[in-house]
């Protein structure tokens, strides 16, 4: 299983992305008291998607300006909405494609 494949509702249960959006760690400020372990067991995520949402809570701990970590929160809201809708449109198909443009957002 997958986080990003479950917000692209490819793999099941799929994560509704407004909901993971909310409470995911780079948007901790937009949904207080969330914890790792609060989105953990909300999504009950599985080992593999715990990987890659700290994969995903590097990237945005990588940016080092507060101009950077906002070009990330616009792009990570983007990219998850688009992904979601990538088997219609086509936009984000693979991880490989989310990953780079998240990386891309914060170099």
């Known amino acids: 299983m997958s986080l ?18 909310a409470a995911s760690p780079i948007h901790r400020h937009s949904a207080p008291g969330f914890s790792r372990v609060t989105i953990i067991s909300g999504f009950q995520l599985t080992a593999n998607d715990e990987t ?24 990570f809201d983007s990219i998850v909405m688009l992904a979601e809708s990538s088997n219609e449109h086509g936009f ?8 780079t443009r998240l990386t891309q957002a914060v170099s």
């Open 4 to 21: 990003l494949d479950r917000l692209r509702g490819i793999e099941e249960p799929k994560i509704p992305s407004h909901a993971f959006q």
């Open 52 to 75: 890659e949402l700290d994969a995903l809570k590097a990237i945005y701990d990588s940016a080092n300006t507060n101009a950077k970590k906002q070009r990330l929160l616009k792009a």
């Open 92 to 99: 984000y198909t693979t991880k490989a494609k989310i990953n």
